[in-house]
């Protein structure tokens, strides 16, 4: 009997091991964030007649909107540059927008005689975590590819939110260590063999 009982406590101290240990390992990420845009576009025929022809690229930056995007805790781009390729294969020099602070844009003008097959944002958010691009339909790319336009979404860098079922499994695991102390401390004032370790 007293053997069953102390493989009894033994599975129980390790289920609540296992349990404990696996809860700590639920967490969620902070959520992705809009913080500007891209956008590719091309000249019209009446522009092309005053001089401006081709392809022209703008990045807006409102990652201090508070309306759709981070608010108080926007954060300039740094380091802005765009990366054209050709359709013959061609890379050509990087157009270079600089620093765009929020509430800004800036756009590159005038790229006539330059057939484009991909346009690629570069730049460095001050704010630490990851960013993409997502197209009009949501889906993640890496540049466009003719004229159109590009989300901006930030992800901050890893935070680990505790989920109420960690909170839970952390305060159950407490408990149930309180439990075998409670236990352990009533055997000795009792006089009677730790339950764990009888025979």
């Known amino acids: 009997m007293n053997k069953n ?5 033994s599975a129980r ?3 609540s091991t296992v349990a404990f240990l696996g809860c700590l390992l639920i967490h969620t990420n902070a959520g992705a964030i809009p913080i500007g845009d891209f956008n590719w576009s091309e000249h019209t025929d009446s522009e092309c007649d005053s001089g401006l022809c081709g392809a ?3 990045v807006d930056n409102f990652s201090d909107d508070p ?3 981070l608010g108080p805790p926007g954060a300039s781009f740094f380091n802005v540059s765009v990366d054209l390729l050709t359709s013959g294969g061609v890379l050509l020099a990087p157009l270079v927008l600089g620093d765009i602070d929020p ?3 800036q756009s590159i003008d005038d790229l006539s005689g330059a057939a484009l097959a991909s346009a690629a944002l570069t730049f460095t958010f001050g704010l ?3 960013i993409q691009l997502l197209d009009e339909a949501g889906n993640v790319v890496t540049s466009l590819t003719g004229p159109g336009s590009a989300l901006i979404d ?3 860098a890893a935070v680990v939110v505790p989920e109420p079922s960690t909170l839970l ?5 407490l408990v149930a260590l309180a439990y075998e102390r409670r236990i352990k401390r009533r055997n000795r004032a009792s006089g009677r063999p730790d339950r764990m370790l009888a025979a």
């Open 169 to 173: 499994c952390f305060v159950g695991g």
């Open 128 to 130: 630490p975590g990851s």
């Open 56 to 58: 022209f690229f703008s």
């Open 103 to 105: 509430g800004a844009g």
């Open 154 to 156: 930030y992800t901050a």
């Open 13 to 15: 101290w390790a289920t």
């Open 67 to 69: 309306d759709f995007s």
């Open 5 to 9: 009982k102390k493989i009894a406590r």
